[in-house]
Structures are given as C-alpha cells and as structure tokens.
C-alpha cells in the first residue's frame, strides 16, 4: 500500500494541516512519555523547511465531546513541542482558544506567517470528532490547503479528522498525503510483511488469548514460527492438559485454545509456549517467587518466562529473517519479572544486528522496547497500538483509503 508523502508536494505558501497523535501519557499537567510528540518532528520539520504554514490538530485522551475539560488541554503538548522544535518553527508554536474551530482558531490559522506552527485544542472536545460528523470536517477543511495523515495510531478509528476530513478535502481537489510516521509505519506493517523473508516469526505476548486472537488466527498462516508468551500463554498451556496454578487463564477460551493449536500444526507453524516460568505468590511488588519448570503448583502464579525459554525463544529469533513481535512476555513493569520480556528484547536487537527485519508494536511493546533502550536498535518500532494489532489482524484500516496514492494528482 503506497500512499503519496508530503515530501513529494509543494507546501511553500500553504496551509498545511497535519492530524498528529498527541495522545500522550500524562502525570496531572506533566507529559510523562514525549515519543509521540518527537515522532512526528519529521513531518512538522519538512513543511517548514520548505516554507509551508502548520496547523497541527490532535485528540488527548477520552474528553466527551461536551467542550473544554481542563485536563484534557494540549497546552502542555503545546510548550513541549515548542522546545522540540526550537529554532526550526521561528515564531514558536501557537495555541489559540479552548476550542479548535472556533472563531479565534480560524482566526490564528488565517494569520499564520510562513513558517508558522498552530496547534489546534483537543479535537475530542468537539462532539462531531468521535461521531465522524462531516459539518465538523467541513469546518477543518476550510482551515487548510492540504492534508496529512501522520496519527497512524488514530488510523483505525474514522474519526471526521481522520475520515471525513481528508474526504471533503478531495471533494474540492486539495491533496491528501501521508506523513513520514504513517509512510513508516504501511512501509513496514504491510509491506515488509507482505513480502517476508523467512524464516519469518511472530512474538505474541499480553494477557488475554481473546485480546491477540484475531492475530494468532491471521498470522500463523503466514509465519514459520509463533511465540506465544505472557499471561496468554498459560490458556495454551491448560489446553495441552498441562498444570497452571494460580496463573491467569481464560477457561472459556481453552477449547478455543486446542483449536488454535491444532490448526496451527496443519498448517506446519511451529507454536513455541514456555517451559519454564518464574512464579509468584501474588501479583504485587516483592512477593515470594520461585522458578519452575513444567507443571505450576497450586497457589503460584506465573509472571514471567524462565531461564531456559529466555534462551529457546532467543535462539529461534536470532534465526529468523523478518520478525513481528507484539506483547511483553510477563509483568515487565515489576521486576523481577521483567527478565522475560528484556531477553526477548536483547534477541530481536541482536537480529536486528545479523540483518533481520524487525518490527515492534503495540503500546505494551513500544514502552518495553523504551524502557530497556531498545528502541534505536529494532528496525521499527510502531507509535499504534490498536491500529498496529488491527493490521496484525489482517484488518483494512479505512482512512487509509481517503489518502491520495503515490499514482494520484
């Protein structure tokens, strides 16, 4: 799926309006993570270096369309993209109103200088966001000159600034374009995967085997391998008749689980499950651990791989080529049992090395991957998490087909 990208359109003079993900984490007014801000530096930066005029628009967090909720404001996203760009936006980043097509934001857009950066208020704020409501687009449209799609972890949502919004900005013949996050992430999500090198693997981790089915069901007929960890792995592991203890299980799910795992052996996928597990007495900070291998007693709980799947799993992805890993193998937020999942992490960076594809998503997975300092060393690292689980899924992401294609215009 190739989609036009902005640096192939001429911005000097326009409006250019770029639907970003600045839904970050935050601690009361402090943003906690600032990934998804510096993820779309990229795009903000090639529009201004060629002279172009910024409007930035966002949702953050889950507001009810019921008008402004100071908690919910981007002015903190605001002063923090201002630093980050620093010289690059000359006449720094302004942030006008409480509402983002109100006639004081029309009125900042319209003034903007060449170079100019506005940062419109949470587009959730606005009841017509969330309902894809076209009179609401309509209002965004006549703000700008050319759209961009660079919010890939909003792109399975049609939300209006994600759907309607880029309709109605073909309707009147203005271009409609991918940002360098989004370019990414089709780049790496479908294509690369479409054309796989083998062996190609999938990394499977999380905490319901109903959060990850769809995926299981979709990739295990296209990989070589899957690795099922975490908390999901125990309903596997009760479906092969093997003792689980305290750990969580899905029991409605369990026949579901044989059937998974006989379809994936008529199919020749190799399902990897742990062996061994690091258990606790409770799921809490501190508790009393052990590492067993096999069957879990009564009363522990498994939290994490053991030692000899660290190394199992490691060595079926040092040898892959094309490697999709999606989901953290225990509680990697409370070590000890953390150890799983930062294994998992130091096989894939050193594929990476040997000059495999790699490929990270999900939220879970995108802050493991930060937190180990990971990042710089995965070929890609996806900023969606529900997007990137529903192209894992095989799903089609439908504002995707309001983008022009590298073909069109």
């Known amino acids: 799926m190739r989609k036009k990208r902005i640096d192939s359109v001429d911005v000097a003079g326009k409006r250019v309006f770029v639907r970003v993900d600045f839904n ?32 930035l628009a966002s949702h953050l967090g889950r507001p009810d369309g019921k008008g402004f909720e ?5 002015a903190p996203v605001a002063r923090r993209l201002a630093e980050l760009l620093g010289p690059d936006a000359p006449h720094g980043v302004t942030f006008p109103s409480n509402d983002c097509v109100d006639d004081s934001a029309r009125a900042a857009v319209l003034a903007m200088p060449e170079r100019g950066v506005v940062l ?8 017509g966001e969330k309902k894809g409501d076209p009179a609401f687009a309509a209002k965004l449209a006549d703000l700008c000159d050319i759209y961009v799609n660079d919010a890939f ?26 940002g360098f996050l989004l370019a990414a992430e089709l780049e790496y999500l479908i294509a690369r995967i479409a054309a796989a090198e083998r062996p190609f693997l999938a990394i499977l981790g999380g905490a319901k085997v109903s959060d990850k089915i769809l995926a299981i069901e979709n990739l295990m007929s ?34 579901l689980a044989k059937e998974i ?3 994936a052996a008529a199919k020749g996928c190799e399902f990897l499950l742990p062996t061994d597990h690091v258990c ?44 999709v890993w999606n989901g953290p193998m225990g509680v990697f937020e409370m070590p000890p049992f953390d150890a799983g999942t930062r294994a998992v992490g130091e096989a894939v960076v050193a594929a990476t090395a040997l000059g495999a594809t790699t490929i990270a998503g999900g939220g879970d997975t995108a802050a493991a991957v930060e937190q180990f300092g990971f990042a710089d060393r995965i070929s890609h690292v996806s900023t969606g998490g529900g997007a990137s689980l529903e192209v894992l899924e095989g799903k089609h992401l439908v504002c995707l087909d309001a983008l022009d294609d590298c073909n069109n215009h």
Do not use: C
């Not at 972890?153 to 991918?178: E, F, I, N, W």
């Not at 522990?300 to 892959?320: H, K, N, Q, V």
């Open 280 to 323: 606790g007495r409770d799921f809490k900070q501190g508790t009393e651990t052990t590492t067993v291998v096999g069957a879990i007693p009564d009363g522990w709980m498994g939290l994490d791989i053991g030692p000899d799947t660290r190394a199992r799993f490691g060595e079926a992805i040092r040898s892959s080529r094309t490697i």
């Open 153 to 178: 972890g909003t792109s399975h949502r049609a939300d209006a600034s994600m759907h309607a919004l880029p309709m109605a900005m073909g309707a009147k013949g203005a271009q409609r374009v991918a």
């Open 261 to 263: 795992l006989a379809k």
């Open 222 to 255: 296209k990989v070589d391998r899957l690795i099922v960890g975490g908390a999901m792995a125990y309903t596997f592991l009760r479906a092969r008749g093997i003792a689980t203890g305290a750990s969580l299980v899905e029991s409605d799910r369990i026949d």
């Open 24 to 55: 970050v984490p935050m601690e009361g007014s402090v943003i906690s993570d600032d990934r998804r801000i510096r993820a779309s530096l990229p795009t903000i930066r090639s529009v201004l270096a060629r002279g172009g005029r910024v409007v």
């Open 70 to 74: 100071a908690d919910s404001s981007l």
């Open 120 to 127: 419109l208020e949470n587009l959730r704020f606005a009841k």
